[in-house]
Structures are given as C-alpha cells and as structure tokens.
C-alpha cells in the first residue's frame, strides 16, 4: 500500500497539471473568464509546482493567461525572490521560524545573541591566517593591498588621535598599514604633525577631498531640499539640516573610492574618530580577506531611522526593473535580512518593504573593487540622479548595506566576532582572551535601544557559512 499512494500522488499531479494547463484553459476561455483558471491553479501549492516543475520546464506554456504570473508567485513563496526583467520581486519568508509580538522577537533575539557572543568564537577558520611578522622582518612584509582610511576634520584631531592610539596598540602597530586622511577642506600643519605622533612608522597621506567629489550636486533643487530638511527635522532626525552632513553620506556611498589618492588600493579600513577597539587584533585581516575573495566585514548590525531612509528601497527596485539591471542581483544574497518585519514592523512599512537593517559602516573593511564595479557603481548613480541624499537622509550604512545583499553573494560578507569595537552609543563585546573594557554581550550603552539589535535577524534568515 506504501509504494501506491506515492505513483498514485504523481498520477494525480500529471492529471491535474495537464488538465489546470492544457484542457481547462480552452474551456474556460469559452466562457471568457480567465481569472478562473489563475483561481484554481493558485491552490497549487510549491511542493505541487516543484514535483511537477521537470515536466513544465519542457513545454512551453507562456501562451496560456494568467500562467506566468503564477510562476512567479510560486517563485516567490519559495525562494523569496522573482528575478526576470521588469519584474523584480522580493518577500520576506521568515526562514528563521520566528513567531511573537515585536516585544516577543526582540526579547529571543536578545537571548539568543546574549548567548552567542558570550561564546568564545576562536578566530576565522575559511582561511590561514596571516600572523603579524618579527619586528625586524616588519620592513619587508608583503602587505595586502590596503589602507586605513579615516574622513576627518582639523578640529577633531584629537578625537581621533584617540582611535588611532587605540587602533595602533590593538592592530596597526604589528602590521604597518598606511594610513589615507580625507578631508573636504585642506589639513593644517598643526593637525598633521599631531597625527604623526599617533601613526608611529606606518606611511601617512593627507587628502584634501576635490569639490566635484563632496559638493552637492548642480541638479539638486534648493528650495525643494529646504522644504524637505525642514519636515525631516520637525521630525527630530539627527543632522536633518546639516548640509555637510548629507555631503559626507553621499561621498561614502558612492564617492569615495574614486578619490585619486585611493585608487591605487584594493581594500580599505575605515576608523571614525572616539572609537575603541576592545581585543587584539593578532592576524593580517586585509590579508584575510583577500585570501577569502570577502568583499565587506562589519562588527555592528542595527536598525536605521525609517524616516531617513523612506523611498531607498523602493528606488532601489524602480532600478532593478529598469532595462536589465536585474543581471546585476546576486541570486545568493542577504535579501530575507533586508525584509524582515517582525522586529520592528513599523519601519518595514514606512519605508515600502525595506527593514532598515543595515551594518554599522563607521567601522567597516571593504573591498573598493566591488563599489567600483557596474553594478553597484551603476546603482549608486540612479540613486544620487533622484537627489534623496538631500530631500531625504539617505546614509552610506544602509546604501553600503543594500549593495553588498543585493550584489554579492551572502558568504562574501564577514561579520568579525572576534573583533571588540565601540562607536557611542553601540558596542560589540566578544567573549575572548583579550577582550578588555567592555562587558561581553551588551549592545548598547543604553538598554532602551536593544530593540535595534539586528544581528540575529542576519543570523536567522539568512543564515551565512559559519566560519568560526
């Protein structure tokens, strides 16, 4: 009785899907009444379309109405994405089986990081690790191709005078990265002989930022955006009306790595000033990923403020559905990340899909290669033509955050658990040997904001190789 129930269920797929896709469609047409036949094969369920999805694939069904959108629908129920031309879609699957109120989820996704950060997690296991070199074979060792990059004012040359100190101690001092300083407005004698006393022997430039890289643009119109700033900071939206503010968040989405002075790297650490840096560092991460092909590395994932970022995601998809920018979508990206709605629903909703989630770029390793390619830098360049770096708030975090899920591959993002940082008020603690300052597991200076905890969302929905 076992072995007929199974031929007699593939029987009844192949009656039906020969009678859903060949007979019914004549008949019903007679009756001219189409959206009966959608009806009916809408009840077929994806494991139904997937048993049967080798016979269909030989045929050509396009011709029948209503078919092609079931397709996709199927698609999309099961993979969480469509990605034909004109017709690109994402939903949010909950792979990761959450289930509660907002209250709910944020309180598992607590315990749940709470227990895995105070897990010692070892180091990078995908790649050997570069381990620093003897003092006196420091002169001649073979650097990855990379900088760290800091943007920074003449009067913060103190605040970041203490991030590098600590940056230093913790990394730098063993490897000897040169240092790139980025500034709009040209560097003081006083501000760089400063910075001297902190970067010991690692080579330093200081880079006075051209206009056409930083300014807004010409097209931007100026009565619009003051319109615009002015709801966004009744709104009590930090720096809403700080031009300089919305300069520096469209130069690090999409500028940046076309500064002369960086084309000549690959990679790039960028260090922010008053951070800290809570563990030491003992291996060549630039090294790292180059061995491992990673394209960006982060410490911190959070929520953004919805109101700062209301049309991205749907600008994002005017793109995608644009001519065949869908080629550009990795089919193994983070997408469940950038949907999920179950955390905090309302910023989902306010911004027509998109969870706000993103990785916290003012710490952030990446690869200038990938911004500078088609697709991203293609991307970048619809966004900045709708000029909602200014009429909106839009931030480098979430450009950068949307850009790596979409096109890269998940397991080409690294997310450093053996590396402790801080950036007030948010900081990442691990559990290891030389963590110091900081206790393990918080994420925030202040508890009111452990609701912005995005990390497990990351984790659980969708799910990237576990390399330690």
């Not at 000897?176 to 002989?193: A, E, M, S, V």
């Not at 929520?303 to 995608?320: A, G, N, Q």
Request: proline share 5%.
């Amino acid at each position: 009785m076992k072995l007929i129930v199974p031929r007699k269920r593939k029987l009844l797929n192949l009656f039906l899907i020969v009678f859903i896709f060949l007979v019914l469609p004549s008949l019903i047409v007679l009756f001219n009444g189409h959206h009966h036949l959608v009806k009916i094969a809408e009840t077929y369920t994806p494991e139904d379309w997937n048993s049967i999805k080798g016979l269909t694939d030989k045929f050509d069904f396009s011709y029948l109405p209503g078919l092609s959108d079931l397709k996709s629908n199927t698609e999309l129920d099961t993979n969480g994405f469509v990605l034909s031309p004109g017709n690109v879609q994402f939903k949010f699957l909950n792979k990761g089986n959450k289930k509660g109120t907002p209250e709910e989820i944020v309180k598992q996704n607590a315990e749940s990081y709470k227990e895995l950060v105070s897990k010692d997690p070892g180091a990078p296991k995908d790649a050997v690790l570069i381990p620093p070199p003897s003092p006196e074979n420091l002169a001649t060792y073979k650097h990855a191709n990379a900088t760290i990059m800091a943007l920074v004012r003449n009067e913060e040359v103190a605040k970041i005078g203490q991030s590098i100190r600590r940056f230093q101690k913790q990394f730098n001092s063993k490897f000897n990265y040169p240092y790139t300083f980025l500034n709009d407005q040209p560097f003081t004698d006083r501000f760089k002989k400063k910075i001297l006393r902190y970067t010991d022997d690692a080579p330093v430039e200081f880079v006075h930022i051209k206009s056409e890289l930083w300014d807004k643009p010409s097209f931007i119109d100026e009565e619009k955006e003051k319109k615009e700033m002015e709801i966004m900071f009744k709104h009590d939206i930090a720096y809403a009306k700080k031009q300089s503010y919305h300069n520096m968040c469209r130069f690090y989405s999409g500028q940046f790595y076309n500064v002369p002075e960086l084309q000549k790297y690959k990679y790039y650490w960028r260090i922010e000033p008053q951070v800290k840096f809570y563990t030491s560092i003992d291996y060549d991460v630039f090294r790292y990923m180059e061995d491992t092909q990673k394209v960006y590395g982060f410490t911190i994932n959070l929520y953004d403020i919805e109101e700062s970022v209301k049309t991205l995601w749907p600008e994002t998809l005017k793109f995608l559905n644009q001519n065949d920018n869908v080629k550009y979508v990795n089919q193994n990206g983070s997408f469940q990340w950038l949907l999920e709605d179950l955390q905090n629903p309302k910023k989902n909703k306010a911004t027509g899909g998109y969870s706000t989630c993103h990785f916290w770029s003012n710490f952030e390793i990446g690869d200038m290669d990938f911004f500078r390619g088609e697709a991203y830098n293609n991307w970048f360049k619809y966004l900045d033509s709708t000029g909602k770096f200014y009429y909106e708030r839009w931030g480098d975090a979430p450009v950068h955050s949307i850009g790596v899920s979409l096109f890269a591959a998940k397991d080409k993002i690294h997310w450093f658990r053996d590396i402790g940082y801080f950036h007030d008020p948010y900081l990442y603690c691990p559990q290891t040997p030389t963590s110091r300052e900081c206790e393990v597991g918080k994420f925030s200076i202040w508890e009111h904001l452990n609701d912005q905890n995005c990390l497990m969302n990351w984790l659980d929905h969708d799910q990237p190789k576990q390399v330690y």
